[in-house]
């Protein structure tokens, strides 16, 4: 645990930024993982079919990533406070509410999952595949909550190193699964597309169980015993208007990532494929952004509930500063060596050299989304940190629905560039969105927001 009200911002920044990004590429390697041996061992069909469940798959978590976001936002500041009871509170309330929305969510995704892969528009001859991992995937969905609410609780106390080691566990089990389950062994049967989840869900389980041991050695928080369980209604506002705009606007974004699917599906399996590898490598490469973006919102949080607004406005300066050195490098890889990169998920086939020419001319534009990435997340991070979730939303919503998906629906139609014209609009939309939200933080009111205990002397 650290605190984050005294010192080096530059150095906090950085240091902070490290192990959480090292825990994000951790936390995306299983769906990297995932695609390669689903690709490699059945074919680019199967990747289709995972790419088509994706934008779903982030979809209906949304909300909890939200709760996990005000979880976060309120542990910092009452931790920069040093208001230990609080905590205890904070992280009653707010985990079993997240538990039992989690359940809800998943029981609607298992009765709507065959409408929900129709919505996408998902090709006929990979829905079947489609629908089995997609049912495991929201059937099990609860497990891979508690190790998000794990990593978020420990971040908002300032502690990314035990993180990584929660995450390197997750990382490895999948390697071990996936293809076991893919392929089957021993008495195991071949599962196909299948396995790829069930060997995703039980890194998960094994994870959840084997990190909440571990740490109850090491953190008094986590321990569930030490918990204050009486209901604090306030916190539990706190949590729902922080979290829900912060999920509705991760459901902004998912929402139109499905409708960028669903049009991309129209294309056919290759140029689903091509898309579907492009999702998951920028998904890696934005990782660092998020992650820069996180160590923000805590640093932020921090310091926000210590009242040290000028730390706040140099840790923005510094992660805006940091997110670009990164774009420069992610920008330079993605343009020089596109189709080595796509060619690591797919095996040899008449449609390999089809796809990963779709590939190529996918990050002739999408490489140049990552400088806006570098500035987006990080001023969202800020804002976050002082709970303007709600002013978050609608700046989302502006560059999903009133930019990107007219744009994409203008550029790729009759007449138009085909699916060249979603890149453009995808491109068009990010950079458009960075003079939205630096119009926002430097002309907007987040500043004077108050959340619970800061009034307090």
């Not at 508690?146 to 929660?166: E, P, Q, S």
């Not at 829900?244 to 599906?265: D, E, F, K, Y």
């Not at 020419?357 to 002082?386: E, H, K, N, T």
Request: hydrophobic share 55%; glycine share 8%; proline share 4%.
């Amino acid at each position: 645990m650290k605190d984050f009200t005294e010192g080096s911002i530059a150095r906090q920044v950085i240091d902070f930024t490290m192990p959480i990004m090292l825990g994000n590429l951790l936390m995306s390697v299983y769906g990297i993982i995932n695609l390669i041996w689903v690709g490699r061992l059945l074919g680019h069909k199967a990747v289709a079919a995972v790419a088509a469940s994706l934008p779903i798959i982030m979809l209906l978590p949304s909300f909890l990533i939200g709760l996990g976001m005000a979880t976060n936002v309120l542990i910092a500041q009452a931790f920069g406070r040093k208001d230990k009871a609080m905590l205890r509170k904070i992280l009653s309330n707010s985990f079993f509410s997240s538990v039992l929305f989690c359940l809800v969510i998943s029981v609607v995704a298992l009765i709507f999952r065959r409408q929900l892969l129709e919505w996408v528009h998902a090709p006929v001859e990979i829905q079947d595949m489609a629908l089995s991992y997609l049912t495991i995937m929201m059937a099990t969905l609860v497990f891979h909550f508690f190790i998000n609410w794990m990593n978020g609780m420990l971040r908002g106390l300032g502690d990314a190193t035990t993180v990584v080691k929660i995450l390197i566990m997750l990382a490895v089990f999948n390697i071990i699964f996936v293809p076991l389950f893919i392929r089957g062994v021993g008495p195991l049967p071949p599962l196909g597309v299948a396995g790829a989840a069930w060997g995703t869900t039980l890194a998960a389980v094994a994870s959840s169980i084997i990190g909440y041991v571990y740490l109850l050695r090491f953190n008094p928080y986590i321990n569930m015993r030490n918990w204050d369980y009486s209901l604090d209604w306030q916190i539990i506002r706190e949590v729902f208007v922080i979290g829900v705009p912060a999920s509705l606007q991760m459901l902004v974004v998912s929402l139109a990532g499905v409708i960028i699917v669903s049009l991309v599906n129209r294309y056919g399996t290759a140029v689903t494929a091509a898309f579907g590898i492009g999702m998951q490598v920028d998904m890696l490469a934005t990782i660092p952004f998020i992650s820069v973006g996180m160590a923000a919102t805590t640093i932020a949080g921090q310091n926000l509930g210590a009242k040290n607004l000028d730390r706040v406005f140099q840790t923005l300066r510094v992660s805006v500063y940091l997110g670009l050195a990164i774009a420069l490098v992610c920008t330079l890889v993605l343009l020089i060596f596109p189709e080595y990169i796509g060619a690591a998920f797919l095996k040899e086939s008449a449609e390999r050299t089809r796809v990963l020419s779709i590939v190529r001319d996918y990050y002739q534009w999408m490489a140049f989304i990552f400088p806006c990435f570098a500035v987006i997340f990080a001023i969202q991070g800020v804002l976050r940190s002082a709970g303007d979730t709600m002013a978050l939303l609608a700046l989302s919503f502006i560059a999903m629905f009133v930019i990107r998906i007219p744009l994409a629906y203008f550029l790729a139609g009759p007449g138009g560039f085909r699916q060249d014209g979603i890149w453009m609009a995808m491109l068009a939309s990010s950079t458009l969105a960075v003079f939205l939200n630096w119009l926002y933080y430097k002309k907007g009111p987040w500043k004077e927001k108050k959340l619970m205990g800061r009034q307090k002397p």
